[in-house]
DNA sequence: GTGAAAGCGCTAACAA
DNA sequence: TTGTTAGCGCTTTCAC
């Protein structure tokens, strides 16, 4: 038995191909009556809608197109969890695209992911290419901007602000005592730029800035580089009392390096890392973090680019962020 | 200017649109000068071929379709990364599919995923449904399982022993010096119960088996997990000296509890992890692991299933392990 | 609110 | 080796 085709359905149903069709996509196009019959048809012969068929003769398909910059930082696996979970059981599914941190590979995939038209753009960022933005705005489709927050969107943006959430972690080192806080940072995307402004004002705003406490390297982030930029902001800084990092992956590496070199956590050294993926609050002593929506971050971004119920109303959505106080600032 | 289609290539060189589509997918039906030709053709006008067509036409799409357990298991996205990369360049795409460890998921996602057929199919594990099986074989694709090893694959298959490693590696513990070797496990799937068969097989051969030192839970695993575990442990087996964990997650969780309850590493207590997911060679002291062959899983599966020169001849392939001692299995 | 006709761009099957 | 013909299953457009 062949699959059944919308002429079948309307064959079942006692009316034509383009009358099924718009009942299973513009239910308000039609009378009641026949949405119901139609509906019957549909699962009487178990109707499965042909997408290559649909995206062909509309040249628009069935994806949300989604641009991150990585496939192995966890920050974006855990965004992606989240688009997943709410993309599950609707009609939509996602393409995803990964840019390696860089502009001018995600105009190329970009570009060719917009032919056919998606239903749906999310793209990590703020910085996209002049040509970037332009494609989107002609594609006319939702776009979702996510990790980040802006007042002026390309369409909509759910995310957090990293300068804030940056300077309300230093400020937490700064009230727990630290008297000269280290910034370490790997992998300086412009959200890592920003951490690392929101840490520069906190400094500046309590005292005076030495840029001999910032150690950064444009590597990607792994535990051991943690242990690296520790040795050098030690050596440029020495008397360095606590570090904020710009990732959970750093600061555990800090830690294990500490834990190497005899260093006291949190008396002789205090440590905040950022995002909170889930190691920082096992680690002995437990480590400081910033926790971040990333989860609810994708969940969000796919309610809105697919105008789901239950989706934010407003176009900016910021999500904030908390600070997880743990044992390595807690100063005795 | 519209998009150039096949017609458009075939004016253009002075064929029809048949030879282009040929030209294109199967050059060794059409001549050589006609290839030529077409080739320019495709260059000038900038041809992209229309996905949605030709997958309606042939009812054969261009994707490879993955199933793996999870996403964020970061094993997995390894070996997703590994896909990624063999499949970067070439025409075929990714789809994947999450069955959250569920064979009667995979089997419901499969289905949906098979029309149209896809070009190839990489699924994790050997436990597929009769149904599941019966499906792929009757979709006459090429298949490659993943993760473990079989002489009797569906079609091909690529990955390891895991019983293997796992006695291996207990067998390290035992040559360590290690007398009292417990067991702890999450996530208690196929690939798990047979690393817990390595383990019993090599605590056998050594001496006598006891149930107690086996502690497990089919719980997710993560980083606490691996406390709770050994707390477990520790109270029904009370000698243990030494443990075997399922993976990297649990052997970090131990190594943290021990800190906190002040259980000297490797003296007391000999840890060994497994899959080396690059933090256990970072803690303090650095935990002895099973290093998994797991991006390159994922590349050769992708090779062997796309057909690519360079991928393996044979249809099974053991990619074996090694074991990485490390100071947490290193008494003196 | 519903339907008929005309493709979307490609490839299978057959013909030359 | 190359071309012709006839769809794949759906949506667009336009008519009623």
Redesign the pocket.
Known sequence: M?????????REA????????????SP????E???AKVEIAVKKLG????????T?????SSSIVVMVPSISNNVFTDVLGGISDALHGSRFNMQIGYTNYDSQEEERILRSFLNPTPSGVIISGLEQTDETRQMLENAGVPVVQIMDISPKPIDMIVGFSHDQAAETATQHLIDSGYKNIGFIGAQMDPRSLKRLAGFKKAISDNGELREQCIAVTNKPSNVRLGATLLDKLTSQFPECDAVFCNNDDLSVGVLFECQRRGIKVPDELGICGFNDLGISSETVPSITSVTTPLREIGRLAAAMVIGEEGAPSTPIVDLSYTISARESTKRV
Chains 1, 2 share one sequence.
């Open positions: 062949p699959k059944p085709t919308l002429v079948d359905v309307g006692g009316v034509s191909a383009i009358t099924v069709s718009r009942a299973l996509r308000e196009k039609v009378s009556a026949l949405r109707y499965v809608p042909n997408q290559s068929a649909s062909l003769a509309s040249n628009k």
